[in-house]
């Protein structure tokens, strides 16, 4: 985790899941302001953002994909708070509205990763992020590195207390 990212998540201490997600997302993903085919092959611009709405021939603004990353978040989000049904901080809910935003609402939904959050094996849940490295059929090493983030992030509570 960088140095910037780790004292930016230091003083949201009491902020809500949303929050805290709202400020790794755009250090995990990066931006780009004009769009672009991701690894595997899906039209993307600004923060991670994918949809029907791009233009591919659009220079977008910071102004234009902050708001689409607050937009974009909300549905992860409630889907997070939907799935989750057992007792979880902030920070784990933060770390799995990364994951999701990052593989989407089904495959969270039905990632081990839920069922071992939902069983109540915490330490299970965090570990399995890790697994979820591979893109197009191969391991990215962006999604290594952000897994290590989400990983860290979904024990800070605890490492904390």
Same mark, same amino acid.
């Given at each position: 985790?960088? #140095? ?30 004009? #769009? ?5 092959? !899906?039209? @993307? !611009? ?20 902050? &708001?689409?990353? %607050?937009?974009?978040?909300? #549905?992860?989000? $409630?889907? !997070?708070?939907?799935?989750? @049904?057992? #007792? ?13 935003? %990052? ?14 959050? %939902?069983?109540?094996? @915490? ?6 992020? &890790?697994?979820? *490295? ?9 999604? *290594?590195? $952000? ?15």
């Amino acid at each position: 985790m960088s #140095p910037g990212l780790r004292k930016a998540l230091l003083s949201l201490t009491g902020a809500s899941a949303l929050t805290i997600a709202s400020v790794m997302v755009p250090e995990l993903e990066g931006v780009r302001y004009t #769009p672009y085919q991701d690894v595997v092959g !899906v039209l @993307t !611009v600004c923060y991670g953002h994918t949809g029907e709405d791009i233009i591919a021939d659009k220079r977008y603004s910071q102004a234009e994909c902050e &708001k689409m990353l %607050n937009d974009d978040l909300q #549905p992860f989000s $409630r889907a !997070v708070e939907r799935a989750v @049904t057992v #007792p979880a901080d902030e920070y784990q809910k933060a770390a799995l509205i990364s994951f999701s935003y %990052n593989v989407g609402i089904s495959a969270f939904e039905h990632s081990s990763v839920l069922r071992y959050l %939902n069983a109540g094996e @915490t330490e299970k849940a965090c570990a399995g992020l &890790k697994q979820w *490295i591979w893109a197009g059929g191969r391991k990215w090493q962006g999604l *290594i590195n $952000r897994r290590e983030v989400e990983y860290e992030v979904c024990h800070w509570q605890r490492r904390r207390s």
